[in-house]
Antibody, heavy 120, light 109 residues
Framework: QVQLQPWGAGLLKPSETLSLTCAVYGGSFSGYYWSWIRQPPGKGLEWIGEINHSGSTNSNPSLKSRVTILVDTSKNQFSLRLTSVTAADTAVYYC??????????????WGKGTTVTVSS | EIVLTQSPGTLSLSPGERATLSCRASQSVSGSYLGWYQQKPGQAPRLLIYGASSRATGIPDRFTGSGSGTDFTLTISRLEPEDFAVYYCQQYGSSPLITFGQGTRLEIK
């Protein structure tokens, strides 16, 4: 049973850099894309981007200039950096897995969300 | 960018009733790339339907997905108390690679 555990700073000031890491436990790390998805309070889901074990990334053009996604295959971890945050970046951030085979185009495993608040 | 518009925004029904949720895309979406998720308060979403009409592992058969092109539907045949949640459709393939609809809240009447 794959489990994803995110962690990182939960309270940031405007203009700071958001940094989150997600550890993957209990399953294969290679062969999948690992995603970051966020959900502002009371709103819908926004896909931020993804990375695979080789370091190949895809990201949302709306955030691309501020987003860096990295992978550490030695630790089965991947991370998100989002620069120059504003209050609009306040959200629950999910790390997740894009699936394999039938689930290739979908998010089939989700971690617990971690809340990030941007406030001065 | 493909925009997914879900309707209605909120659906109020009673247990035992049938729910019909709509997801309309601004451009044609391959049926293979359309999915549905359920999200309960305080929880991460859960994949229900993939490929527009296939149920994910462990999903009860009261959940049915259908549609093609720009119009997709999620039907819950007989609502159980645990089905009241927010539902999102999702497409894959157009930039951005993954987009979600804004969600339909299914609430108890």
């Amino acid at each position: 049973q794959v489990q994803l555990q995110p962690w990182g700073a939960g309270l940031l000031k405007p203009s700071e850099t958001l940094s989150l890491t997600c550890a993957v436990y209990g399953g294969s790390f290679s062969g999948y894309y690992w995603s970051w998805i966020r959900q502002p309070p009371g709103k819908g889901l926004e896909w931020i981007g993804e990375i695979n074990h080789s370091g190949s990334t895809n990201s949302n053009p709306s955030l691309k200039s501020r987003v860096t996604i990295l992978v550490d295959t030695s630790k089965n971890q991947f991370s998100l950096r989002l620069t120059s945050v504003t209050a609009a970046d306040t959200a629950v951030y999910y790390c997740a897995r894009r699936g394999y085979h039938y689930y290739y185009y979908y998010i089939d495993v989700w971690g617990k969300g971690t809340t990030v608040t941007v406030s001065s | 960018e493909i925009v997914l518009t879900q309707s209605p925004g909120t659906l109020s029904l009673s247990p035992g009733e049938r729910a019909t949720l709509s997801c309309r895309a601004s451009q044609s979406v391959s049926g293979s790339y359309l999915g549905w998720y359920q999200q309960k308060p305080g929880q991460a979403p859960r994949l229900l339907i993939y490929g527009a009409s296939s149920r994910a592992t462990g999903i009860p058969d009261r959940f049915t997905g259908s549609g093609s092109g720009t119009d997709f539907t999620l039907t819950i045949s007989r609502l159980e108390p645990e089905d009241f949640a927010v539902y999102y459709c999702q497409q894959y393939g157009s930039s951005p690679l993954i987009t979600f609809g804004q969600g339909t809240r299914l609430e108890i009447k």
